[in-house]
Every structure is written in C-alpha cells, then in structure tokens.
C-alpha cells in the first residue's frame, strides 16, 4: 500500500509530508462500499487545489447532503505512481493543469469493522493551477465551490456533523480538511 522508497522520492521532489495514523471504528456502510468495492486501488491522492486567487476547490457529488462539500480525491491503481495519479485526477476532475506545491501529509488509516482490520492511505497534496479551463467533470461532480484556507474548519465541521450512514465517512474525510487547513489556513 505505501512503498516507501516512492516516499521518499516525492518527499525530495515536494517536501516532507506530515505523517499521522488513524484508526477508525466504522459501520457496515463505509466498509461495505469504500474497501470492498475499491479493492481496485491502493490507496488515494486528496488534491487541495489552489486557484489563481488563493481560493481552494470543493466539489460536492449530488448524493451528499445540500450544505457537504470537501477536496478532490481519486484512486491510485495498483502500479500507478502517486504523482501520476495526482496529475491523472486533476486533469480528469478539472481540466486544469497544475503546479505541485507541497507533499502536505501522509495520512494512513486502519478501518475496524466487525473485527476485521483494513489499512488505507491518503496522499495529501497542495497544488496551484497554472493552466487550462476550469471544466469539472459534471458526471462525477454535482456542485463546485470555492473557499479561502482558513475555511477549512468550517467545511470539516459539516462532515463531522453528517449522521446516519454517512457519519464515519463524514468523520474519515474530515481529517484531510483539518490537516490541509493547519498546513496552509
């Protein structure tokens, strides 16, 4: 799941990324749909990617709640370098091209369910466009909006306060905003 020697070869290219660990107690819903139905991937690139004014992209899918928005993310396949699919889900998710900034964190996560354990990673990354037409993918993405660094908390906030079936999936994805947030709000 994480090779690190391709760490540390992202570390020199973009710089040393915060390294946290989570071990998350979830119900049946995210286990069921985001581990068993992605086993396609090792893990994920979470994308804070900055605009030409400083504002950051949210995108918000229309099976979340009206007021939930959160960073870009996407696979990365096994085999796939991680800056590869960096480049890969900006370009698909925006059709922006994009200067790496940062390697801003290295979030590893342990999935309790049940009694079962299941690794999982997200590599952080704060980005800068530099060219291209903003045009997200309207097949994946339902709303966009924009928010300065220092909102992140706020839009943390309303995925921590999601309830019912989505609760640890608003819990899990929460952490990222408060990560990119301390790192550039």
């Given at each position: 799941m ?34 068993q ?19 950051l992209v ?8 009206e ?36 390697f801003v ?20 990354f ?45 819990r ?14």
């Amino acid at each position: 799941m994480i090779d690190e020697t391709e760490v540390v070869r992202l570390a020199c290219d973009y710089g040393d990324p915060r390294r946290l660990h989570y071990t998350l107690e979830v119900g049946p819903s995210l286990f069921l749909t985001r581990f068993q139905r992605h086993a396609d991937r090792r893990g994920e690139v979470v994308l804070a990617l900055e605009r030409r004014d400083g504002r950051l992209v949210l995108h918000r899918k229309a099976h979340y709640r009206e007021d939930v928005f959160r960073l870009l993310s996407g696979g990365v396949g096994h085999g796939e370098p991680v800056i590869e699919a960096v480049v890969r889900e900006t370009e698909e998710e925006t059709g922006l091209q994009v200067q790496v900034e940062q390697f801003v964190a290295l979030l590893s996560y342990t999935f309790r369910f049940g009694g079962i354990d299941v690794p999982f990673v997200s590599y952080v990354f704060h980005l800068r466009e530099t060219a291209g037409r903003f045009s997200p993918d309207w097949l994946e993405i339902d709303q966009v909006r924009e928010v300065w660094p220092h909102q992140l908390p706020e839009v943390a906030g309303r995925l921590r306060g999601l309830d019912g079936d989505r609760a640890d999936w608003g819990r899990w994805r929460a952490i990222a905003h408060d990560v990119v947030a301390e790192e550039l709000g």
